[in-house]
């Protein structure tokens, strides 16, 4: 069997990987490694002398916390060893309230919608009849089709109406200018 160039990639890099990790066991000290250490090192402390497998506490900043306790606990009693007040403090994961749409701002918002739905298309060509179209920034549209959230809702004869959320915006043919004679 003949392997592909492909796999040839795949079965180096499995190699390379794998060839780094005996190395990190061998050389890099791996009786180090493991959980305990993780989290004593994360917080800046050295796990307890009760042994490999003692009560599960770490020591921090001369105080001892239990590691069954979440990281939200183990910080406030971390922060209240150390004096730190975090009751001013917000919260992080909450999402900001320039994020987040306001209910009464909505209706103008939809507004603002329209309007630029309206600058940001031009009615180029309309087809009315029994399968009426519409040509907006150069593509053809069916009735019912939609076009940025609206959709066609009617055509007329130079005009052409779409909607979205019960509004509608109306888009006009630009008028002919025919030269002077």
Known sequence: MKLSKQRKMIIGVLALVLSALAADRVFL??????????IGASVGSTPSDDGPLGDGAISAAGMSVPMGESLADRLRTLSEARG???DGVRDAFVVSETWAPKP???ASQAGVLRVKFAKTHELMAVMPGKISMAI????????????????????GRRLAVFERDGKRVELKLPELKLPKE
Do not use: F, H
């Not at 000290?29 to 993780?38: D, F, H, T």
């Not at 907006?136 to 055509?155: A, I, P, S, W």
């Open 136 to 155: 907006v920034n150069g593509k053809c549209y069916q009735v019912g089709r939609k076009v940025d959230g609206y959709t066609l809702v009617e055509v």
């Open 84 to 86: 730190l007040k975090i």
């Open 104 to 106: 009464e701002k909505k």
């Open 29 to 38: 000290g791996a009786e180090e490694a493991g959980p305990r250490r993780a």
